[in-house]
């Protein structure tokens, strides 16, 4: 379910932007409707707070990382279609391990450097192929992009994960990405109405998305354990690639679905690792 929700994002995006609402409006708008319902449920849960320095990093590492990588992905699927945006997102659980091993924040493994290069081929045959139409350089640079952006955000986030609730943890990261939306809206002059009612309805339906999958995955995390959950949610690429074939009639050629397997495949091999120790 979680990976359903998510994937559904990219996709009730680009009814957004139909209706003429800017990415910076929509992503404002998005954030506030996880941020104002998490807190809800930290109160009715009475969910202890972190301390001062925990709550602080949180916030950043929303108003920084998490509004950096939305921002760039989402402004990528205004210039590419969501499926090659997404499978070009799923490039970073290749990037967390190069960039973690070293840092010794993760163990070295053979499956996951073999992983790597597989997917970096994969990104490649998704970004070169011809079969969807030419594919927009800087939407491409742009979702790579927010990749790295995952990146930092996964790093900086496992020691704030540690000393906060989840729930308390996400309405901390939506708190401080709408901050960011609003500050950038205001200074760029991209927040702006009015929205159409058509709009208002497609903005909440995606902050809907964004509670039903953080819900569900911290659901799937007590049920059938972390590891196994988030293996189960690297399924989006999965599910965007299929309903965006469906409904928006976007078509991967043969090479850019042979490099969406291989982005897949690495995905899943970076995580089966996690899922071997934990069982």
Known sequence: LSAIALGCAPLIATQVYAQGVSVTTMLAIRFSIPALAFWAIVAARRAPLPDRTTIVRGLLQGAL???????????????VDASVATVLFYLYPALVFVVAV?????????????????????????????????????????????????VGFTLHGDAVAQRADPFVLVALLATGAVGTFVGFGLATGELHGP???????????????????????????????????????????????GVAGLLLGERLAPVQLVGAVLVVASVLAVNAVELKRAT
Do not use: H, N
């Open 65 to 79: 990382f998490y509004a950096t990588q939305a921002l760039l992905f989402f402004t990528a699927i205004e210039r």
């Open 102 to 150: 070293p840092l010794g924040r993760d163990r070295f493994s053979r499956l996951r450097f073999a992983a790597v290069p597989v997917s970096i081929v994969g990104v490649a045959l998704v970004a070169a192929g011809a079969g969807i139409g030419s594919v927009d350089v800087l939407g491409a640079a742009m979702a790579a992009g927010s990749a790295l952006a995952y």
């Open 195 to 241: 929205i159409p009612t058509a709009g208002w309805l497609w903005i909440v339906a995606v902050g809907c998305t964004t509670i039903v999958a953080y819900f569900a995955f911290f659901k799937a995390i007590r049920s059938a354990g972390p590891s196994l959950a988030s293996i189960l949610a690297m399924l989006e690429p999965v599910f965007v690639l």
